[in-house]
């Protein structure tokens, strides 16, 4: 399985991709990786997940839109365990774009509030690293709110 490497002022964070649970969002995040829309961009959110993306950002569009569906009852069923990746939306559950976050924690009462947080990727559980990075990223935020901290460029592998 392929997976995008979020460098950011923290350190990396490897996010294995599950395109078994979530093809058309894997796809999608695929394409805005490749277009580059997350260089640059920031975590800016810290309470029970850690948010990413393009929130503030004046600079920054997303150039796909609204992912066209919610797979989060589709495929595979991942839950909104710590260290999975899940796209981002309102309280409408077609909506999701280009925001996602990490929960911190287990969060399965995201698995179906608002249509359910689609998870579409994971930090594997022996990737050290990974690990300190996320911890380190909402250890920071917590301590000083409003503070973002960078994501210097995303890539795929």
């Given at each position: 399985m392929s997976t995008i490497t979020l460098q950011t002022t923290e350190g990396p964070i490897n996010l294995k991709l599950r395109p078994d649970a979530?093809?058309?969002t894997v796809q999608y995040i695929i394409k805005l990786?490749?277009?580059?829309?997350?260089?640059?961009?920031?975590?800016?959110?810290?309470?029970?997940?850690i948010q990413c993306g393009t929130h503030g950002l004046r600079n920054k569009t997303n150039p796909l839109g609204d992912i066209p569906a919610n797979e989060t009852?589709?495929?595979?069923?991942?839950?909104?365990?710590?260290?999975t990746a899940s796209i981002a939306h309102f309280d409408v559950p077609d909506n999701g774009n280009?925001?996602?976050?990490?929960?911190?924690?287990?969060?399965s009462h995201l698995d179906t509030v608002y249509g359910g947080y689609c998870v579409f990727a994971q930090v594997e559980?022996?990737?050290?690293?990974?690990?300190?990075?996320?911890?380190?990223?909402a250890k920071k935020i917590k301590a000083n709110p409003g503070m973002h901290v960078g994501i210097t460029k995303a890539t795929l592998s």
């Amino acid at each position: 399985m392929s997976t995008i490497t979020l460098q950011t002022t923290e350190g990396p964070i490897n996010l294995k991709l599950r395109p078994d649970a979530a093809p058309i969002t894997v796809q999608y995040i695929i394409k805005l990786v490749q277009h580059g829309l997350y260089n640059n961009s920031n975590f800016y959110r810290s309470d029970f997940v850690i948010q990413c993306g393009t929130h503030g950002l004046r600079n920054k569009t997303n150039p796909l839109g609204d992912i066209p569906a919610n797979e989060t009852h589709t495929n595979v069923k991942v839950s909104n365990t710590r260290g999975t990746a899940s796209i981002a939306h309102f309280d409408v559950p077609d909506n999701g774009n280009s925001e996602f976050f990490i929960n911190l924690q287990t969060n399965s009462h995201l698995d179906t509030v608002y249509g359910g947080y689609c998870v579409f990727a994971q930090v594997e559980e022996n990737d050290v690293n990974s690990w300190h990075t996320v911890d380190a990223i909402a250890k920071k935020i917590k301590a000083n709110p409003g503070m973002h901290v960078g994501i210097t460029k995303a890539t795929l592998s």
